[in-house]
T-cell receptor, first 114, second 109 residues
Framework: NAGVTQTPKFRVLKTGQSMTLLCAQDMNHEYMYWYRQDPGMGLRLIHYSVGEGTTAKGEVPDGYNVSRLKKQNFLLGLESAAPSQTSVYFC?????????????FGPGTRLTVL | GQNIDQPTEMTATEGAIVQINCTYQTSGFNGLFWYQQHAGEAPTFLSYNVLDGLEEKGRFSSFLSRSKGYSYLLLKELQMKDSASYLCAVLDSNYQLIWGAGTKLIIKP
């Protein structure tokens, strides 16, 4: 089992460019999450999904969009990247259960926006 | 507002014991998690507490006091590989995880 994988691992964008981050999990988890992690701050939830075809906003959703067309995949899109979106992005998944279950994280995507 | 406080950095000696504290003020409480994160890597689950008291798991133990809004992670017999950041997270009334900024633990020989 690969667990949670993320593509790409690193990316440099120019302001205004767009990109999509891909997250895949092979644990048959219903719940998936996108977080960003910035120095000196806790992980912040961008968007999440409680099942195929459903998505919801987290704490910091502005500037991002997501899609969950297949249960195993959760895509995060940046339509027009800004320097404030320079961060490390983590995808996570968990079994259903109201959030009580541990989250399994992918290795992260390090994004720099110039 | 919601707030999770942890010390930014701690230093301890190999073989010793260290306690990492976490205090929280959140809208509701449905449990508290501890995760470990090595530099440049993903967080990994360590423990979950929802009732008051101490949960022991090998060299690691986690304590919770809901009335005080307080938890700690206790690491015994420290090893160099325990050098990492330790993240405290609270599951709030909306079943969302609210994360602390993490405590960077440095182990010295």
């Amino acid at each position: 089992n690969a667990g949670v994988t993320q593509t790409p691992k690193f990316r440099v964008l120019k302001t205004g460019q767009s990109m999509t981050l891909l997250c895949a999990q092979d644990m048959n988890h219903e719940y998936m999450y996108w977080y960003r992690q910035d120095p000196g701050m806790g992980l912040r939830l961008i968007h999440y999904s409680v099942g195929e075809g459903t998505t919801a906003k987290g704490e910091v959703p502005d500037g991002y969009n997501v899609s969950r067309l297949k249960k195993q995949n959760f895509l995060l899109g940046l339509e027009s990247a800004a320097p404030s979106q320079t961060s490390v992005y983590f995808c996570a998944s968990s079994a259903p259960g109201g959030g009580y279950n541990e989250q399994f994280f992918g290795p992260g995507t390090r994004l720099t926006v110039l | 507002g919601q707030n999770i406080d942890q010390p930014t950095e701690m230093t301890a000696t190999e073989g010793a014991i260290v306690q990492i504290n976490c205090t929280y003020q959140t809208s509701g409480f449905n449990g508290l998690f501890w995760y470990q994160q090595h530099a440049g890597e993903a967080p990994t689950f360590l423990s979950y507490n929802v009732l008051d008291g101490l949960e022991e798991k090998g060299r690691f133990s986690s304590f919770l006091s809901r009335s005080k809004g307080y938890s700690y992670l206790l690491l015994k017999e420290l090893q160099m590989k325990d050098s990492a950041s330790y993240l405290c997270a609270v599951l709030d009334s909306n079943y969302q995880l609210i994360w602390g900024a993490g405590t960077k633990l440095i182990i010295k020989p």
